[in-house]
């Protein structure tokens, strides 16, 4: 492809976005909050992540179809989301959908391998996915960590193979997304259909690089969601609550809320955290495999150590504001 190729792709993907933007004002695609949002405003479109979807499209049409797996489970899941976003579908379906998007990925990515191994794969991803559902709905998480995730992995495939048209043309998109999303008061979030696609789109990509490194270290290049994740879930399950159900106890949202910082800083906390670990990952490529498990167990402990001192701190906080004010109410 040449410069003119690559700006008029740019051109089309603005466009798409804008009429897309345009199209959900008018039918009242917006996001309505709930438990978990960390926002009151109900005229922030949802869904604005669909250009992640038209991106890829692009890409597989310029490689002629050629990764035909990958696009179709990406479709799956990308037009279940959008169902999701526009009128609501059981949580059953929507696991149902990404179970069998990412075994057509599995079935596009890896070679024969023993079930167990297979069964392991697609619980990770089907977590994966919901993983990176779980982090939009903060103005400029989805887009920041996913410029992050896609330009390191895009810089390291380059350096093994020929990069995949799908680089440049998700990049794009991700800086589109950004400009109508990182911003102090957002146009529009991914929605559903946006992070779950981006979530798929880098799960490809990232198997991708494992492949051709030779290494399964890369997969520390989505530690950051992964980390702020499990231990969430973990902590919802010790609190007895429904893993399934809105919330705002992920670590990111309880720094909003709680301690109210902004948005964007919190979100270029996590990208520059998920930058630093996936710098030591290239720095490691070459080494040994022992070596290489070693500094993983220690960047995976680290990053939680940090998650549970800061969950620590923030749960201290919340319980000493409480004290100040029943200690305000006797005192008046």
């Known amino acids: 492809m040449n410069l003119i190729e690559y700006v008029l792709i740019v051109v089309f993907l603005l466009t798409g976005e804008l009429l897309y933007l345009r199209a959900a004002r008018h039918f009242g695609i917006v996001d309505i909050p709930n438990e978990r949002s960390l926002h009151t405003d109900q005229t922030i479109v949802r869904g604005g992540g669909i250009v992640f979807w038209l991106a890829a499209a692009v890409s597989v049409v310029y490689s002629d179809f050629e990764p035909t797996c990958f696009f179709v489970g990406l479709s799956l899941v990308a037009l279940v989301s959008f169902l999701d976003d526009i009128r609501g579908v059981a949580w059953q379906y929507r696991i149902y959908a990404q179970f069998v998007a990412v075994s057509l990925l599995m079935y596009q990515t890896t070679n024969l391998l023993p079930t167990l191994w297979v069964i392991l794969l697609l619980v990770v991803g089907v977590g994966i996915l919901n993983a990176f559902n779980f982090m939009d709905g903060s103005n400029g998480m989805t887009a920041f960590y996913s410029l992050i995730t896609i330009g390191t992995i895009w810089y390291g495939q380059s350096l093994y193979t020929t990069a995949s048209l799908l680089f440049p043309q998700t990049f794009a998109a991700l800086l589109i997304f950004s400009w109508f999303n990182a ?115 220690g960047l995976l402990l680290v990053l939680a150590s940090g998650y549970g001192l800061a969950s620590q701190r923030l749960t201290k906080a919340q319980k000493k504001s409480r004290l100040s004010k029943a200690d305000s109410v006797m005192l008046s």
């Not at 949202?253 to 990952?281: D, K, M, T």
């Open 183 to 297: 911003r102090q008061q957002a146009i529009c979030f991914a929605g559903d259909v946006g992070s779950v696609s981006i979530g798929f789109i880098c799960l490809y990509v990232l198997i991708e690089f494992i492949k051709a490194s030779e290494s399964c270290l890369p997969a520390l290049f989505l530690a950051v969601y992964g980390i702020d994740s499990v231990l969430t879930i973990g902590y919802r399950l010790y609190l007895g609550q429904n893993i399934v159900q809105a919330h705002r106890l992920h670590l990111f949202q309880r720094i909003v809320y709680e301690q109210q910082w902004p948005h964007l800083l919190v979100a270029a906390l996590y990208a520059s955290i998920q930058l630093v670990v996936n710098g030591l990952v290239f720095y490691a490529l070459d080494w040994s495999l022992s070596a290489q498990s070693v500094l993983a167990v």
